[in-house]
T-cell receptor, first 114, second 114 residues
C-alpha cells in the first residue's frame, strides 16, 4: 500500500515570495499524485495531478508540481504567492491497482505575511 | 451544477444520540466517498460507493458507523450512538472514477459531540 508524508505542518511566506511545499510518497511503482487545496470552511479542491509523462505539471491558480522519482517527491511550487493562497494544502497518492485507494497527507497550512 | 451538497453544515449533539449526515453528489458521478477529517488523523476515507453499492467500508471505525446510498442522488452517514471522539469534520465527495479522476468535495459537516 502507498503512503504519503508532508513534512511541514505550517509554512509562512511573505506575499510575493516564492513557495515550495514538500511531499514525499512511498509506493512500489509510479503512483498517481495529486495536490488539493482547502480554504477555511470549505471542501478540498484539486490543484493538479500527475499520472504519467512530463514530470512538471501545471495546475490552476498558478501552481505547478514536479515529480521526482529518484527522491520519491512531488513538491508543489508557486513563483509568487498572493494573500488569497493562504489555505491548507494536501498531497495525495493513489496506487495503480484498481483496488488501491487514495491516501491523503496530513496537510500543510500556508500563512501569508502582508 | 451546484456541486456536492452536504447537510447539515454544523451539528452539535450529546453523547449517545443518533446523528445522520446527508450528501447529494454531483449528477452523473458514479462514485461517492465519505471522509472524516481530524487534527490528529488528518483526512481518512471511511467508505465509498460505486453506482449506489458500497465497495469498501474498511475505513469505517466501528459498528456504530453506517452508510447508505438508496439512490444515485442521496447518501447518508449515520452514527449511533455518538461519542465525543466522533467529533470531526465529515466530507462527502463524488467522482466519475474511483480514484483516478478529480474528487469533488462538499463543504463538510462539522460534528461536535458533547
Amino acid at each position: 500500500a502507498q503512503s504519503v508524508t508532508q513534512p511541514d505542518i505550517h509554512i509562512t511566506v511573505s506575499e510575493g515570495a516564492s513557495l515550495e511545499l514538500r511531499c514525499n510518497y512511498s509506493y512500489g511503482a509510479t503512483p498517481y499524485l495529486f495536490w488539493y487545496v482547502q480554504s477555511p470552511g470549505q471542501g478540498l479542491q484539486l490543484l493538479l495531478k500527475y499520472f504519467s509523462g512530463d514530470t512538471l505539471v501545471q495546475g490552476i491558480k498558478g501552481f505547478e508540481a514536479e515529480f521526482k522519482r529518484s527522491q520519491s517527491s512531488f513538491n508543489l511550487r508557486k513563483p509568487s504567492v498572493h494573500w488569497s493562497d493562504a489555505a491548507e494544502y494536501f498531497c495525495a497518492v493513489g496506487g495503480r491497482n484498481r483496488d488501491d485507494k487514495i491516501i491523503f497527507g496530513k496537510g500543510t497550512r500556508l500563512h501569508i505575511l502582508p | 451544477d451546484a456541486g456536492v451538497i452536504q447537510s447539515p453544515r454544523h451539528e452539535v449533539t450529546e453523547m449517545g444520540q443518533e446523528v445522520t449526515l446527508r450528501c447529494k453528489p454531483i449528477s452523473g458521478h458514479d462514485y461517492l466517498f465519505w471522509y472524516r477529517q481530524t487534527m490528529m488523523r488528518g483526512l481518512e476515507l471511511l467508505i465509498y460507493f460505486n453506482n449506489n453499492v458500497p465497495i469498501d467500508d474498511s475505513g469505517m471505525p466501528e459498528d456504530r458507523f453506517s452508510a447508505k446510498m438508496p439512490n444515485a442522488s442521496f447518501s447518508t452517514l449515520k452514527i449511533q450512538p455518538s461519542e465525543p471522539r466522533d467529533s470531526a469534520v465529515y466530507f462527502c465527495a463524488s467522482s466519475q472514477d474511483a480514484f483516478l479522476l478529480e474528487q469533488y468535495f462538499g463543504p463538510g459537516t462539522r460534528l461536535t459531540v458533547t
